[in-house]
């Protein structure tokens, strides 16, 4: 069992749940419906559970990849057209006006935060917003060093737009994406000073993984990148042919006078860009542990349906340990996850978006700032001191009915943890960093703990009993609870003592 789990499970007892049913039934029913909405998505309300309980898991994954969608159900941010200042241009302005668009900008990013958690919280289909959240931790960008945020919105739009579509066609899609054009440097790869940046991590990172190409590959490559710049009038992709390198070039053993585009289908057509693909997508969906074997047959459909997405979920989503309720398959929610998941299940509103993006960036996932080119690490990681206290924190907070001010000094290093005052100066004088600070003091979702506990057959100021206390935390965990709530509890208690228990933090 993965060290972060164990830290997570630390009071679990060593055979929670024994040995896994022979043969599940027909049906999804209640436990499985909600481990597999949870994987797929974020921790689902006990009425959409009731739903798709009555759902073979062949009919779940048709159901789920039936309503996935290319765009979000929220109108965009009201700035998301806005043009923006050319890098000449702001070279060329006085300092009090430099310091002013970055301070816009880093408000522009703050609402961008928000307004894809209340997308995630809302969404008809959380299968979408998963995708484009794994994406976006795949082909990592940040605004830390693109600096616009109405790109990292557009970014945003592509990766829905591609999210459950064709890999191929977003691969090529996100290579001209002026955000990663910024952030890789792709605007600085000349014929005469080509800049190996985006050569590298295209290969590393984004198709083949380490270990499947050498250094003079890199080197190749980056010469077919030259050129590729940006429009400063129109923010968008151009290729400049006198910045080109039109000479012959070899790519993983391939020999022509190559282009970017050139490059990109020759790592499509390396079988290792297929099974790199297929292990990160199991790992964020069905377990801990992929089996080579069978990431190996899917990554073989997926090259052979031409990277299509859609088919290769199929096969993943049809694995059995994505529903199979066992300790060993348990994967750690991300922050993102965890909040989102908790305002689905019961039922909440995001009370303030912006607070809301500062206490998630604090536990360690600042949305459209991953810590660096490889993004967020995931898994284990998730779990660390530090940030389980900050999701511990965030939970008690969520359900309480008065929720208790941050103090003075709890505010600072919470904002230097998130990094969100880092898009600016982070001296507590400047105004960005006093709205911070205002806007971490506020109550970040809205829980009706009442409604919540009556859906699972609770009452708040009643004792749960015995009975109704396993079913609570049936109706809200994944696996059963390392400390079962009392049965003398009240049922407010008891919903926090099942919400804060270590197992919430698994789906």
């Given at each position: 069992?993965?060290?972060?789990?164990?830290?997570?499970?630390?009071?679990?007892?060593?055979?929670?749940?024994?040995?896994?049913?022979?043969?599940?039934?027909?049906?999804?029913?209640p436990?499985?419906?909600?481990?597999?909405?949870?994987?797929?998505?974020?921790?689902?309300?006990?009425?959409?559970?009731?739903?798709?309980?009555?759902?073979?898991?062949?009919?779940?994954?048709?159901?789920?990849?039936?309503?996935?969608?290319?765009?979000?159900?929220?109108?965009?941010?009201?700035w998301?057209?806005?043009?923006?200042?050319?890098?000449?241009?702001?070279?060329?302005?006085?300092?009090?006006?430099?310091?002013?668009?970055?301070?816009?900008?880093?408000?522009?990013?703050?609402?961008?935060?928000?307004?894809?958690?209340?997308?995630?919280?809302t969404?008809?289909?959380?299968?979408?917003?998963?995708?484009?959240?794994?994406?976006?931790?795949?082909?990592?960008?940040?605004?830390?060093?693109?600096?616009?945020?109405?790109?990292?919105?557009?970014?945003?739009?592509?990766?829905r737009?591609?999210?459950?579509?064709?890999?191929?066609?977003?691969?090529?899609?996100?290579?001209?994406?002026?955000?990663?054009?910024?952030?890789?440097?792709?605007?600085?790869?000349?014929?005469?000073?080509?800049?190996?940046?985006?050569?590298?991590?295209?290969?590393?990172?984004?198709?083949?993984?380490?270990?499947?190409?050498?250094?003079?590959?890199?080197?190749?490559?980056?010469?077919?990148?030259?050129?590729?710049?940006?429009?400063?009038?129109?923010?968008?992709?151009?290729?400049?042919?006198?910045?080109?390198?039109?000479?012959?070039?070899?790519?993983?053993?391939?020999?022509?006078?190559?282009?970017?585009?050139?490059?990109?289908?020759?790592?499509?057509?390396?079988?290792?860009?297929a099974?790199?693909?297929?292990?990160?997508?199991?790992?964020?969906?069905?377990?801990?542990?992929?089996?080579?074997?069978?990431?190996?047959?899917?990554?073989?459909?997926?090259?052979?349906?031409?990277?299509?997405?859609?088919?290769?979920?199929r096969?993943?989503?049809?694995?059995?340990?994505?529903?199979?309720?066992?300790?060993?398959?348990?994967?750690?929610?991300?922050?993102?996850?965890?909040?989102?998941?908790?305002?689905?299940?019961?039922?909440?509103?995001?009370?303030?978006?912006?607070?809301?993006?500062?206490?998630?960036?604090?536990?360690?996932?600042?949305?459209?700032?991953?810590?660096?080119?490889?993004?967020?690490?995931?898994?284990?990681?998730w779990?660390?001191?530090?940030?389980?206290?900050?999701?511990?924190?965030?939970?008690?907070?969520a359900?309480?009915?008065?929720?208790?001010?941050?103090?003075?000094?709890?505010?600072?290093?919470?904002?230097?943890r998130?990094?969100?005052?880092?898009?600016?100066?982070?001296?507590?004088?400047?105004?960005?960093?006093?709205?911070?600070?205002?806007?971490?003091?506020?109550?970040?979702?809205?829980?009706d703990?009442?409604?919540?506990?009556?859906?699972?057959?609770?009452?708040?100021?009643?004792?749960?009993?015995?009975?109704?206390?396993?079913?609570?935390?049936?109706?809200?965990?994944?696996?059963?609870?390392?400390?079962?709530?009392?049965?003398?509890?009240?049922g407010?208690?008891?919903?926090?003592?099942?919400?804060?228990?270590?197992?919430?933090?698994?789906?």
């Amino acid at each position: 069992m993965p060290s972060a789990i164990r830290f997570v499970l630390a009071f679990v007892a060593s055979a929670v749940l024994g040995a896994a049913a022979a043969q599940p039934p027909t049906a999804l029913g209640p436990d499985r419906a909600r481990l597999f909405l949870t994987r797929t998505g974020f921790a689902p309300s006990e009425s959409e559970v009731s739903l798709w309980a009555q759902l073979t898991q062949a009919q779940a994954v048709e159901r789920l990849l039936a309503d996935t969608a290319k765009v979000a159900a929220r109108p965009a941010p009201a700035w998301a057209d806005e043009a923006i200042v050319k890098p000449r241009d702001l070279r060329a302005m006085g300092e009090d006006a430099r310091k002013q668009e970055r301070r816009k900008q880093a408000r522009y990013g703050l609402e961008l935060r928000g307004w894809w958690l209340q997308e995630m919280a809302t969404t008809p289909s959380p299968l979408t917003e998963r995708l484009t959240l794994f994406w976006h931790n795949h082909f990592v960008s940040s605004q830390k060093k693109v600096r616009y945020a109405q790109l990292m919105y557009r970014q945003n739009v592509l990766l829905r737009a591609h999210a459950a579509g064709n890999f191929g066609a977003l691969l090529h899609a996100v290579a001209r994406d002026p955000a990663m054009l910024i952030y890789l440097d792709t605007v600085t790869n000349r014929r005469d000073a080509p800049n190996e940046n985006f050569a590298r991590e295209v290969m590393e990172l984004f198709t083949l993984g380490e270990g499947h190409y050498t250094e003079a590959d890199i080197k190749e490559a980056a010469r077919a990148f030259s050129g590729w710049s940006l429009d400063p009038d129109r923010a968008t992709f151009v290729f400049r042919p006198r910045l080109h390198d039109a000479r012959e070039k070899t790519v993983l053993g391939r020999r022509g006078a190559w282009q970017g585009d050139d490059v990109l289908d020759i790592l499509l057509a390396q079988p290792a860009t297929a099974e790199f693909v297929v292990r990160k997508l199991w790992l964020e969906f069905v377990s801990p542990r992929p089996d080579p074997e069978r990431v190996g047959h899917i990554a073989q459909r997926f090259r052979e349906s031409g990277y299509e997405v859609k088919p290769a979920l199929r096969e993943l989503l049809m694995q059995p340990e994505l529903v199979q309720r066992n300790e060993d398959n348990a994967l750690v929610k991300s922050p993102v996850e965890l909040v989102v998941g908790l305002i689905r299940q019961a039922g909440g509103e995001i009370a303030y978006p912006g607070a809301l993006s500062i206490r998630i960036a604090a536990m360690g996932q600042n949305l459209f700032a991953p810590p660096n080119v490889r993004g967020w690490p995931g898994g284990d990681a998730w779990i660390t001191t530090q940030s389980l206290l900050a999701r511990k924190q965030f939970l008690d907070g969520a359900l309480s009915a008065a929720p208790t001010p941050m103090k003075p000094g709890e505010i600072q290093p919470m904002l230097e943890r998130s990094a969100v005052a880092g898009d600016v100066e982070a001296d507590p004088a400047r105004p960005f960093v006093r709205q911070l600070q205002a806007l971490a003091r506020l109550p970040a979702v809205q829980i009706d703990a009442s409604a919540w506990l009556k859906s699972a057959g609770a009452y708040p100021e009643r004792v749960v009993g015995a009975q109704s206390a396993r079913s609570l935390a049936e109706h809200l965990l994944v696996l059963p609870p390392a400390s079962p709530a009392a049965p003398d509890a009240l049922g407010v208690d008891a919903l926090r003592a099942i919400v804060l228990d270590p197992v919430y933090q698994l789906k």
